[in-house]
């Protein structure tokens, strides 16, 4: 049973308590989801819970929280290892290991146990989690997925009471999602506590025993399974919360009539792809784009949609097959000159030393007035001369879309806008993805979001497909399959 | 099913040299580094890389091996040809910078070959049974983490500059030299910021810090093969030095 009693916290370097007043009482062997806007205070309140608060992240803290009757604000992170499990959101750097036999085993090390019960132990966590085909891979080589799982996996091994998932979900697509589900059901029927921080909790609803909504910083309300399930829409949205039905979405979808007939148009014609001496992973792929068009890219992780991007933006060259604009065939330089990509670490995209210099960096002509529209558009301009490392992911990533409006791109491509985005921040990327597009721009989106993609899209390329691969107009009907795979 | 998986799991990926203790890796990596600069002989220098790929190439390095020995080969006879061109300052930072790199193959070679062939646990098991003290060891098992990661992360800020146009000819990385380091080194740093913390953070709630006695998956001993291999290796470099004194460290062998 966890207790938090009155429980406030303030980061160090702050002047506003993040957490005031948290009572809450989790009995053991209930799932719990706690959801709410970006910055409400989840992952503090989680921090809070697996010691990193206050020995890794200090600062002030009233009232007390408990885990069987024992406080946990005497106890250190390290003793808590064997107690509380987190999985963090990013598989990519909780990794410490380089080899995942290994990861599975870092706990166990770290905890002194001899070779033959860490041995032991890893077996049993492989067993229960079925990981065997994992075993002995380079941590490289694994996608967000199957790196998601390894880490559940190494915090089983430790066989804590408690398990924390800080927004799992984030880097998945749907069929690892539902894997997860999978995995969270088993540690529930064994009895384990489990409490999930999440913005797409719809894998949740049928597991979960409470909601808790954050409210800044304290507990707005909580819901029992069946009320969350019913929230009205309305209040759901005014909470800042996504849907818990995303399929039922697929039913209401109206279609975006692109009016413009006219304009520019991206073609590509027979394209397909290989590594160096590995077998295909694009094959005779052909789709045309014209101004105002959004088109999703859908696929399983490892379908192709990054190196699409790649191919598309000039990065990488075609094997076969060739890219017209407006007729004209394009060489990858001229592919590079024509599009922009915003990536869904947008950290690798801010160069310059403030959000200004960033928009106009790399352009050769005058164009302060454009920034200062730009900038405008995008509610950046108390930001101006703000370091872009100090922003938050939200306005980092509208900083990158603001340098491609200023690069005058004509085709933007987006990988993956809206992982781990709250419903505002979802809805607010779409809006500006309708007026990129009504601007005559030519969209692509990678996205495993059928929320976001339903709300968007106005065709989308599966890349699952057999054979010739074309661009489809969504209807309810494209759609309804597409729920159908990704939620059944 | 159980006995597989626990044969996977104590399965030994690295075998012959490459299964040495870390620790004995590491005392000739900085035995070979030192020795390599005080050779001059370019027989002796030969017979150091030549040894040193066979070493490697009996432990898990056959490709590593062979890649290094032919550059090494091909850097060392370029060297030589520079003895026909005379570029007044140029042709001696040319040579200069020849001479430097043939004096680091050996040093690359071995310490790449180790990052490759060392167990993230075999490393911490030793460096904690030398009894260096956590404040140490933590930084640099991250750092041993991290190297991989950089050539991703690298690839990744340049792809995005091509993207983004800046930097994106190799003649404007050579006028803009300064500005193109420093759009590589911002977003590397900041990657590595937040990487690393979230990094620190994952190890911390899996018990890091607990300063408990750590047991690898592989035995971590130093005992015969550790020994016998230091010993030799210190007398095969002392011979080296000392050859390198004789009318053997005179001979010419690179000559166009």
């Given at each position: 049973m966890i207790t938090f009693e009155n429980f406030s916290f303030r980061y160090e370097e702050r002047d506003e308590f993040t957490l005031r007043d948290i009572n809450l009482t989790v009995q053991t062997g209930e799932l719990i989801l706690l959801t709410g806007r970006s910055g409400c205070g989840k992952t503090t309140l989680i921090r809070s819970l697996n010691g990193l608060i206050p020995h890794f992240y200090p600062g002030e803290i009233k009232g007390n929280i408990s885990l069987d009757g024992q406080s946990l604000l005497e106890l250190k992170p390290s003793e808590l290892a064997g107690k509380v499990g987190t999985v963090f959101q990013n598989p990519r750097s909780q990794f410490f290991m380089t080899d995942t036999t290994r990861e599975l085993a870092f706990g166990c090390e770290n905890m002194g146990f001899s070779r033959e019960k860490t041995i032991d132990r890893i077996v049993k966590s492989v067993t229960d989690l079925r990981l065997s085909d994992y075993l002995n891979r380079s941590i490289f080589d694994l996608s967000s997925g199957e790196k998601q799982q390894i880490a559940v996996g190494s915090v089983y091994a430790l066989l804590p009471k408690v398990y924390i998932f800080d927004e799992p979900s984030a880097n998945l697509d749907y069929d690892a999602t539902k894997r997860l589900a999978e995995i969270m059901k088993h540690l529930k029927q064994d009895g384990y506590t489990i409490l999930v921080v999440e913005h797409r909790f719809y894998y949740l609803k049928e597991l979960l025993d409470w909601a808790f909504l954050i409210q800044e910083g304290g507990i707005k309300q909580e819901f029992t399974r069946e009320q969350f399930c019913r929230i009205p829409d309305e209040m759901r949205i005014s909470y800042g919360l996504r849907t818990?039905?995303?399929?039922?979405d697929a039913r209401e979808y109206k279609a975006k009539s692109n009016v413009r007939e006219s304009g520019s148009v991206l073609k590509v014609e027979g394209l397909s792809f290989a590594y160096r001496k590995e077998p295909d992973i694009l094959r005779n792929i052909n789709f045309e784009a014209c101004e105002g068009d959004v088109i999703g890219i859908l696929g399983h992780n490892g379908a192709g949609k990054t190196t699409l991007l790649s191919i598309m933006t000039g990065l990488l060259k075609e094997k076969s097959g060739a890219v017209y604009y407006n007729g004209k065939k394009l060489s990858p330089r001229q592919r590079r000159n024509l599009s922009y990509l915003v990536m869904q670490d947008t950290d690798y995209q801010l160069f310059a030393s403030s959000v200004e210099e960033e928009l106009s960096l790399g352009i050769k002509e005058d164009c302060a007035e454009k920034v200062t529209e730009t900038l405008d558009a995008l509610e950046l301009n108390a930001y101006r001369e703000c370091h872009p490392a100090s922003l938050s992911g939200g306005q980092k990533q509208r900083v990158t879309i603001g340098a491609a409006i200023v690069k005058d791109s004509p085709v933007i491509y987006f990988d993956e806008p809206t992982s781990g985005l709250d419903y505002d921040s979802m809805v607010r990327v779409s809006r500006l993805i309708e007026q990129l597009a009504s601007a005559g721009v030519i969209i692509f989106v990678v996205s495993h979001d059928f929320e976001f993609i339903t709300r968007t899209c106005s065709e989308v390329l599966q890349l699952d497909g057999q054979d010739s691969i074309k661009n489809q107009v969504l209807t309810p009907e494209i759609l309804l399959s597409i729920s159908k795979q990704y939620f059944e | 099913m159980e006995e597989n998986i626990k044969k996977l799991i104590i399965q030994k990926q690295f075998k012959r040299t490459?299964?040495?203790d870390p620790r004995c890796k590491a005392a000739l990596l900085i035995l070979i580094g030192c020795v390599s600069y005080f050779l001059n002989g370019e027989v002796v220098s030969l017979i150091l890389v030549v040894t040193l790929a066979l070493f490697i190439a009996i432990g898990n390095g056959v490709r590593w091996a062979v890649k290094m020995l032919v550059f090494y080969i091909i850097v060392a006879y370029l060297n030589a040809l520079l003895r026909y061109v005379s570029i007044p300052v140029l042709s001696v930072i040319m040579s200069v910078f020849g001479v430097t790199i043939l004096k680091l193959v050996p040093i690359a070679m071995m310490g790449i070959w180790t990052l490759r062939t060392t167990h993230m646990d075999d490393l911490m098991v030793s460096l904690q049974r030398m009894r260096l003290p956590q404040s140490v060891t933590i930084p640099l098992v991250v750092m041993f983490r991290y190297i991989p990661t950089l050539r991703i992360e690298y690839r990744m800020i340049c792809n995005t500059m091509d993207i983004r146009g800046i930097s994106d000819t190799f003649w404007k990385r050579i006028i803009h030299s300064i500005s193109t380091v420093e759009y590589i080194l911002v977003p590397l740093l900041m990657r590595c910021l937040k990487v690393t913390d979230e990094l620190a953070a994952s190890g911390t709630t899996r018990g890091l810090e607990l300063e408990e006695k750590r047991y690898a998956l592989n035995h971590v001993r130093f005992s015969w093969p550790e020994y016998a291999v230091t010993i030799l290796g210190i007398a095969f470099l002392a011979a080296l030095l000392f050859l390198d004194y004789t009318s053997i460290g005179e001979i010419i062998i690179w000559r166009a």
């Open positions: 818990v039905y995303p399929e039922r | 490459a299964a040495l």
